[in-house]
C-alpha cells in the first residue's frame, strides 16, 4: 500500500538534520570568513579561499534549497519547487565538476576559472551591480566533466549520452526558472478553468514534484560524502553513505 504525500514529505524532511550536520562540520574544517569593512558596510568574505570552500558554499544552498522545498510543497507550490530543483542541480552538478579536478590532481582551464572568478566576483554597492560580470561557467563542459566521474567505473560507457541525460534534467527544470509555456499550463486547472496561483494542493503536481526532490536527496546524500571524504571526516563519511542507502529504500523514494 502506497503512502500518501505527507508522509514521503516527513520522509525527505527526516534527512535533513543529517545534512544540516555535516554543513556544520564542514565549515569546522575550514576557515571562518573575516568581517570585512567597506565604507559604512561590513561584509563575512573568506580569505584565500580554495576550492573546497567553493563546494561547501555551494552545499550550503543544496540543503538551504531542500529545507525550502519541503516547505514550498507542503502547502502545494509545486512551480516554485521546481525553481529550487533546477538551483540544485546546478550546485550539484558544480560540486562534481570541481570534484573532478580533486580526484585527477589537477584543473582544466575551465575548471580553474571557475574558482578563481567565483571568489572575484563580490557585489558590496549597486555599483558592482551595474558594473556586472561577464563570467559563468559553461554548463556543457560541466556536465561532460560530471559524466566522465559517473561513467568512470562502467566499461564502455557511452559518456556522451550520459551527458545529454544530465543536461536534460538541468533544461527541464530551466523551464520553471524561466516561466515557459508548458511549465506554467501546469497550473491550469480544469472544472474551475483558472490557473491555480495559490498553491496545487490536493492535484497530482504535488505527487510529481516529490519524486525530484527525493532524487536530490540521493545526490546530494552521495554528493556530501564526498565533500566528507576530501575533508578527512571518515566517520561523516560513512554516515552520510548508510543514510542514502537507507533511504533508497524508503518510500519517498520507490
Not at 10 to 33: A, G, R, T
Not at 45 to 61: G, K
Not at 182 to 206: A, K
Amino acid at each position: 500500500m502506497s503512502i500518501n504525500n505527507e508522509t514521503k514529505l516527513q520522509i525527505i524532511k527526516d534527512v535533513i538534520p543529517l545534512l544540516e550536520k555535516s554543513i556544520y562540520m564542514f565549515c569546522d574544517k575550514i576557515s571562518k570568513p573575516s568581517w570585512i569593512t567597506d565604507k559604512d558596510n561590513t561584509f563575512p568574505r573568506y580569505q584565500n579561499p580554495i576550492s573546497l570552500h567553493f563546494q561547501i558554499l555551494q552545499a550550503i544552498r543544496i540543503v538551504s534549497g531542500l529545507n525550502a522545498s519541503v516547505c514550498l510543497l507542503n502547502s502545494g507550490y509545486t512551480q516554485e519547487t521546481g525553481v529550487i530543483v533546477r538551483t540544485i542541480e546546478e550546485f550539484l552538478s558544480k560540486i562534481m565538476f570541481v570534484h573532478e579536478a580533486h580526484i585527477k590532481g589537477h584543473r582544466t582551464t575551465e575548471q580553474q576559472r571557475l574558482i578563481d572568478e567565483y571568489f572575484k566576483y563580490d557585489i558590496r554597492s549597486t555599483k558592482d551591480i551595474l558594473e556586472g560580470n561577464d563570467f559563468w561557467v559553461n554548463m556543457n563542459k560541466v556536465y561532460a566533466s560530471f559524466a566522465r566521474i559517473l561513467a568512470g567505473g562502467t566499461k564502455n560507457s557511452d559518456v556522451y549520452n550520459v551527458q545529454r541525460k544530465l543536461r536534460a534534467l538541468y533544461d527541464a527544470y530551466s523551464g520553471y526558472v524561466h516561466g515557459f509555456y508548458p511549465h506554467i499550463m501546469e497550473m491550469y486547472e480544469g472544472g474551475t478553468e483558472r490557473f491555480r496561483i495559490n498553491g496545487m494542493r490536493g492535484t497530482p503536481r504535488i505527487k510529481e514534484m516529490i519524486g525530484p526532490i527525493a532524487s536530490c536527496v540521493v545526490r546530494t546524500l552521495n554528493t556530501l560524502s564526498l565533500i566528507a571524504k576530501s575533508l578527512q571526516l571518515s566517520e561523516l563519511e560513512k554516515e552520510l553513505i548508510d543514510r542514502r542507502k537507507k533511504f533508497c529504500e524508503s518510500e519517498a523514494y520507490k
